[in-house]
T-cell receptor, first 115, second 112 residues
């Protein structure tokens, strides 16, 4: 597709449920990022992939959060045993390579509400 | 740890005004700085990217400047239009990592 695609757009989960959020990056983009955006805040970094390698996961808030990109294209962010504080918009971004001249392109996000 | 601050948090102007949004960052060792626009319920749209070696970038009515030594960037919007109403975010990538660090944004309203 022409841009970064995320699904689902909206997800309501009961506290304690596991959820999986999908990101389809722009075709050919090597770098992929996940960010978490709370209401009224700027996005906060979660994790970074270069192809299938997860090079930085220092932003993941707990071991309940797990991300993968097994074939170097589509990525999934999984949250286990969801809690109310996990409610946020989860944004995926991709970049052709990750250098000084390259922009990150963001998807529309998945809004997760934990009830 | 890089910290990014945006001032003002909100701005309301009449159509046609020129305006300036401010972004400051604490660590001047940056690769680049990127300005984004976010419409309600939507993702981020990249507006301009300034490399650390550059002082400004222009795209249409938008001009972004970078003063790395003082840790500041400004986004200038000329002849504002109601369609410019959105939240504007700046994000910095430092040389020590892969992440973008975002400010909290400036919510702009341009009134017809």
């Amino acid at each position: 597709g022409a841009g970064v695609s995320q699904s689902p757009r909206y997800k309501v989960a009961k506290r304690g449920q596991d959820v999986a959020l999908r990101c389809d990056p722009i075709s050919g983009h090597v770098s992929l990022f996940w960010y978490q955006q709370a209401l009224g805040q700027g996005p906060e970094f979660l994790t970074y992939f270069q192809n299938e390698a997860q090079l930085d996961k220092s932003g993941l808030p707990s071991d309940r959060f797990f991300a993968e990109r097994p074939e170097g294209s589509v990525s999934t962010l999984k949250i286990q045993r969801t809690q109310q504080e996990d409610s946020a918009v989860y944004l995926c971004a991709s970049s052709l390579v990750w250098g000084a001249r390259t922009e990150a392109f963001f998807g529309q996000g998945t809004r997760l509400t934990v009830v | 740890k890089q910290e990014v601050t945006q001032i003002p948090a909100a701005l309301s102007v009449p159509e046609g005004e020129n305006l300036v949004l401010n972004c400051s960052f604490t660590d001047s060792a940056i690769y680049n700085l990127q300005w984004f626009r976010q419409d309600p319920g939507k993702g981020l749209t990249s507006l301009l990217l300034i490399q650390s070696s550059q002082r400004e970038q222009t795209s249409g009515r938008l001009n972004a400047s970078l003063d790395k030594s003082s840790g500041r960037s400004t986004l200038y919007i000329a002849a504002s239009q109601p369609g410019d109403s959105a939240t504007y975010l700046c994000a910095v990538r430092t040389t020590s990592g892969s992440r973008l660090t975002f400010g909290e944004g400036t919510q702009l309203t341009v009134n017809p």
